[in-house]
């Protein structure tokens, strides 16, 4: 069985947000016409407290894009965006989130960042979505949203560790693309084994 995972929608990581991904609103359409082809629907929320670690203003003297050491790796330190119950933390209103059946929210905890849809930075905390999918009998996602090279790629890499087939969904998707990062996930992928796929192709 299959499910559409649809990754950080969120006004902040669209046009006029605070960490806004280049044409992030574009996909939108194209995940909403996906979401008809799929019983099974799940979408992840970036959900920071307030003064989140992976921020740049609370690391004196660092900038946003800066990458510093945490107890679980290197971190890039973000501006402040999607800040628990403000208006940069809400899906974009044009995408259609009525057949959510699972909302995994990340992040959430001060001290810990979180990409994947299954695992928290530090790679020991589960999000629980494996549990859930091996409950439901899935074992295919498609994977869509924001940002290519980060969350996205971070949830396809876990997705095959997992042993989900995982394919993404190249025009569902866009990207942040820090000093070639893009490029550089498309490779890390594809080398996994996850699967690129166009929407129509679905």
């Known amino acids: 069985m299959r499910a559409l995972v649809i990754i950080d929608v969120q006004n902040d990581f669209c046009p ?3 960490l806004a991904v280049q044409d992030g609103d574009t996909i939108i359409p ?5 979401s ?3 019983d099974h629907i799940i979408f992840t929320q970036d959900w920071h407290p307030a003064g989140h670690s992976s921020f740049a203003s609370v690391h004196p003297g660092k900038t946003a894009y800066d990458v510093v050491q945490m ?3 290197n971190q890039v330190l973000w ?6 119950g403000t208006y940069g933390a809400v899906f974009h209103n044009e995408l259609i989130t009525v057949k959510a059946q699972m909302v995994i929210r990340k992040g959430f905890r001060k001290e810990l960042d979180s990409y994947s849809a299954f695992y928290e930075n530090d790679h020991i905390r589960r999000t629980g979505l494996s549990g859930y999918l091996r409950d439901n009998d899935i074992d295919t996602l498609y994977l869509t949203g924001l940002a290519t090279d980060f969350c996205v790629k971070w949830s396809a890499l876990d997705g095959i560790r997992e042993g989900f087939s995982i394919y993404v ?6 990207a942040i693309d820090l000093n070639g990062s893009l490029a550089a996930a498309w490779k890390e992928m594809d080398e996994a084994g996850v699967t690129f796929i166009r929407a129509s192709d679905v």
């Open 16 to 18: 006029g947000g605070a």
């Open 30 to 34: 194209v995940i909403n016409q996906l």
């Open 36 to 38: 008809e082809k799929f």
């Open 71 to 73: 107890s679980y790796g």
């Open 79 to 84: 501006p402040d965006h999607c800040v628990q």
């Open 169 to 174: 969904v190249e025009d569902a998707v866009k």
